[in-house]
């Protein structure tokens, strides 16, 4: 014991006089950052059980337990243009890991990947500063994301994969690109886990290795046209290939995945807004989502109180939108070089996501604004970074006019921020869509049938998969798989053998089997239950697989820039 003691002084020695207390002030932040994601995860799991799990989110859980059980890329399976494949699929994994398949999968993945998006936002907002400008930085970033509101907030942020769960890796590439300095393993590394990433979710394609490549680009031109130190222009050219390279080498992996017999996306459908539209309805649109994102939707709010705490998300929109401004204001300057870099990148991505999404077709309801998602914790970090640090310098100012308004002011906000985050933990919990459905089929042990999408994947997942109910694209006289997110191995008659169908009796986008199509494609049922208000359900004598055509298979598709936007 005595031989370990001597070395440890020696450090401190060497570190100087102040090494210990440095020491204790690392592990009270980790503690404390440890007791505070444990809190917020219980809360968020709550908060994400005021929505209903839908097919969207049950598809991935499926996924996740295919790959858990043998499957690992996902040979057989038909995805969206997304696949979520490396950023929240192996969340979901370890999560079924722990607890089995169900609906809760879904809540307890969704408050796990907010957990650690609010977590992170504050370590890197915190950066190398300490003190009470480190604290400072780390308030304001975390204080900003801890309170989704109810609603679309929730719905967009704290349910289904959908482009959020992807600022965790996005997060952690940041923190490597802060902390690591100009060291000479940071491009390669950064390089390594974005294309991890972009394998994943390529909206990464536009937070991430645009900026990447335009930030760090212009920094090397400018340390080459003013004869700046090599090493310096060197490291920045260094960081802006290895996004480049991270992009062609996410195409490659995906190669591979698809000579490997994996999974397959669907092509991309993107197309350029005409000039009407962005002026007439994509503007409006865009900004109702970025209000939707802060929870600052406050012309939304169905009550007092509601309304208020709306208001006082504002104030983090603000913050956020005046970061933005002053970095970019930043790199424009001559000095620029001299300026935080990941401020600059940060900024970029969060211009360069909203601009696409602005000039795109895709701005069609609120839910579109989950293609934007990743610009929350963007302009988090942002304000935290830029705004957090001359904030607590002036709430602990000498001058006692700046000491009256800005510290009654800053704990108003976060107190509301606070409560309407306790508001949202104490509202009703809602079931899966189609947890009525499974509970009476399961009851009845009928375990194999087809419905639409709409409540296929939802149902399978809600009854824990004693029921597998797949979901079909119907017309007038044929059935297939899909449209999307299914495995062909479902509809194989030699495999399975399905003698039910569920008819929803007010279809809505994604219900698309009407009792026309059900009897001209397999003919009248030998029976039929009503399901509450809800449902049908026909039962057959024979297997009505023999009824659905399955498309040519196809090998995995690589898809192009900005794939994101589907």
């Not at 930085?137 to 204080?143: E, G, K, P, Y």
């Not at 800005?406 to 104490?426: E, F, I, S």
């Not at 009854?463 to 449209?483: K, N, T, Y």
């Not at 199509?517 to 009503?530: E, H, K, M, N």
């Amino acid at each position: 014991m005595c031989a370990q003691a001597v070395p440890d002084t020696r450090r401190d020695r060497a570190a100087g006089p102040d090494a210990p207390d440095r020491r204790r002030r690392g592990l009270l932040w980790a503690l404390g950052y440890g007791v505070a994601a444990v809190a917020l995860f219980f809360c968020y799991l709550r908060l994400s059980g005021t929505e209903k799990v839908t097919s969207d989110g049950a598809s991935n859980a499926l996924q996740a337990w295919d790959m858990l059980h043998g499957n690992p890329l996902l040979h057989g399976w038909t995805l969206t243009d997304v696949s979520f494949w490396t950023t929240e699929l192996p969340e979901y994994a370890l999560v079924e890991l722990v607890r089995g398949l169900g609906a809760v999968d879904v809540h307890i993945a969704a408050a796990v990947t907010y957990t650690l998006l609010v977590v992170l936002a504050g370590v890197v907002a915190k950066g190398r500063a300490s003190g009470r400008e480190g604290l400072g930085r780390v308030l304001v970033a975390s204080v900003i994301m801890v309170a989704p509101q109810l609603g679309q907030g929730t719905l967009i942020l704290l349910l289904a994969p959908d482009h959020t769960g992807t600022g965790v890796p996005l997060l952690a590439v940041w923190l490597v690109l802060d902390r690591g300095g100009r060291r000479w393993w940071v491009p390669p590394v950064v390089g390594l886990m974005l294309t991890w990433t972009l394998m994943g979710d390529r909206v990464a394609e536009v937070l991430a290795v645009a900026p990447l490549v335009l930030v760090f680009g212009c920094r090397a031109v400018r340390g080459l046209v003013r004869r700046g130190p090599r090493r310096e222009a060197g490291f920045d050219a260094a960081m802006a290939a290895a996004a480049a390279a991270a992009y062609a080498l996410s195409v490659l992996a995906g190669k591979l995945v698809a000579a490997l017999g994996g999974y397959r996306v669907l092509p991309v459908k993107l197309q350029a807004a005409p000039s009407l539209q962005i002026v007439g309805g994509n503007i409006g649109k865009t900004a109702d989502g970025v209000l939707a994102l802060f929870g600052a939707e406050f012309y939304r709010a169905t009550s007092g109180f509601v309304t208020a705490v709306s208001f006082a998300h504002l104030a983090g929109l603000g913050l956020a939108v005046a970061a933005v401004l002053i970095g970019i204001w930043r790199f424009g300057r001559s000095s620029g070089r001299s300026e935080d870099p990941l401020v600059s990148v940060l900024a970029a991505g969060f211009v360069v996501n909203v601009a696409v999404y602005v000039l795109s077709t895709m701005p069609v309801t609120i839910w579109s604004t989950r293609e934007i998602a990743g610009v929350l914790p963007a302009g988090a970090v942002l304000a935290g970074r830029v705004l957090g640090g001359p904030l607590a310098r002036r709430a602990a100012s000498g001058r006692p006019r700046i000491r009256f308004w800005l510290r009654p002011l800053a704990a108003v906000v976060a107190a509301a921020y606070l409560a309407a985050l306790g508001y949202g933990t104490v509202q009703r919990q809602l079931p899966a869509e189609g947890q009525n459905l499974a509970d009476w089929l399961t009851a009845r042990h009928l375990a194999d049938g087809l419905t639409g999408y709409g409540y296929g994947p939802t149902t399978t997942l809600a009854s824990g998969g004693r029921v597998q109910l797949r979901q079909a694209a119907f017309s007038a006289d044929a059935a297939a798989p899909g449209p999307e997110e299914y495995d062909r191995s479902w509809y194989d008659p030699r495999r399975h053998d399905a003698t039910f169908l569920v008819l929803a009796r007010q279809p809505g986008p994604f219900v698309s089997l009407t009792p026309a199509q059900a009897r001209g494609i397999f003919g009248a049922p030998a029976r039929v239950y009503p399901v509450g208000r809800e449902f049908d359900v026909w039962t057959y004598t024979r297997n009505l697989l023999t009824h659905v055509r399955l498309r040519s298979g196809g090998r995995s598709r690589v898809v192009s820039p900005v794939h994101f936007l589907h």
